[in-house]
Structures are given as C-alpha cells and as structure tokens.
C-alpha cells in the first residue's frame, strides 16, 4: 500500500494561501514551482500555460494575434479564475505584475519574487528569445532593458524576495521554503 507522504510543516501555517511566483521572464518560475508545490503537497498552475491552453495556440501568436494588451487581459482573467482557488503554488507570466487590478488577487496570497539578476536574466533569455515576443525588436537587449527597469519597482512589491544564483530548481524551491516562515505568524502551541 502506497502511503503520500505527511505534508510539510508548512502547509498548516499557509493556511490554504496560494504562492505566487513572480519575476522577469526566463527567472525560474515554471521550474521552480513545481518542485515548490511538491514539497508543499500543493497543486501548481502556470498561467502562461493555462493561456495557452484556453486560447488554443502559443503565446507568441497571441500576442501576434491580439497584441500585448489582448494577452494582457487573458492573463488578468485567468488570474481572477485561479484566485478563486487555494493551495496553488502560481507561476506568473513576467508582465503579471504590470496590472495594477492583478496585485488585489496576488496579495490575497503571498507574492514571491525570483530574481536572478540582469546578467543571468539576459543570458538565459539569449538561449530562449524565440518564445519571447516582447524581445522580438531590433534591438533585443535595449528592450529587455527597458522591461527590466519599468517591472523592477514592481517586484519589488512582493512580500518575499529570492535571490537566484546558478541553484537547481529544487534547490531553489527548498530556499522559499526556509524563507517562506519569516512571514507567516508563528505555529500555535497546544497546551497539553
């Protein structure tokens, strides 16, 4: 008979609340969410997939499709949807923060902000830039620049910030794990 393991420690003090991973594009939030929501025996969910899935094709023909601001509004929508949910683990879309109506529905979560740097950012996207269309300019590095500063402040709105280096994915969802107590209250303590 197969047994699941006991849920973490952790998952009694979230209380339900989602985790919603936020960052720049190619920080690690796919990735990391899973093992993340594994080790919380919490659901996952990434919202550009779930965008793609309910609108039938890949994002870069959405935004060629229905633009920026068409995909903008897809994204708010399926936010809203998984904001009616609990125990989720969220990978956002980079440009979820952008919105200011999304952060109502983050913040009722705890909002966590993967940041690898802009080096290690640019360096990851540089082996990815096909499936980017807000890079697909003449000037690919200018305009993730100019992401880069007009999102920063954004993120920096999160209620936990992760610096990420060169760690695995699990590696790094274990460090969430070991930050994630400094904001939640402390555990209740039975008298008995």
């Not at 609108?55 to 920026?68: L, S, V, W």
């Not at 989720?88 to 913040?107: C, R």
Request: charged fraction near 20%; include cysteine.
């Amino acid at each position: 008979m197969n047994e699941s393991p006991a849920p973490h420690p952790l998952k009694q003090r979230l209380g339900g609340r989602n985790l919603y991973l936020v960052g720049m594009m190619a920080s690690g939030k796919s990735s990391t969410g899973r093992p993340l929501a594994e080790q919380l025996s919490y659901g996952f969910v990434d919202t550009d997939a779930v965008i793609e899935q309910l609108a039938g094709q890949p994002i870069p023909k959405i935004f060629n499709e229905e633009g920026e601001e068409g995909f903008r509004a897809m994204e708010s929508q399926v936010l809203n949807a998984i904001g009616q949910r609990h125990s989720l683990v969220v990978a956002t879309g980079g440009g979820m923060v952008s919105k200011p109506e999304n952060w109502g529905i983050l913040h009722q979560g705890i909002v966590i902000w993967l940041n690898p740097g802009r080096e290690e950012l640019f360096r990851r996207l540089h082996a990815d830039s096909g499936n980017r269309p807000l890079l697909q300019t003449e000037d690919p590095e200018a305009a993730f620049d100019c992401l880069f500063a007009e999102r920063l402040p954004l993120y920096a709105e999160a209620d936990l910030r992760v610096e990420v280096g060169a760690e695995e994915p699990d590696g790094i969802a274990l460090k969430i794990i070991e930050l994630l107590p400094q904001l939640l209250s402390p555990p209740v303590k039975m008298n008995g």
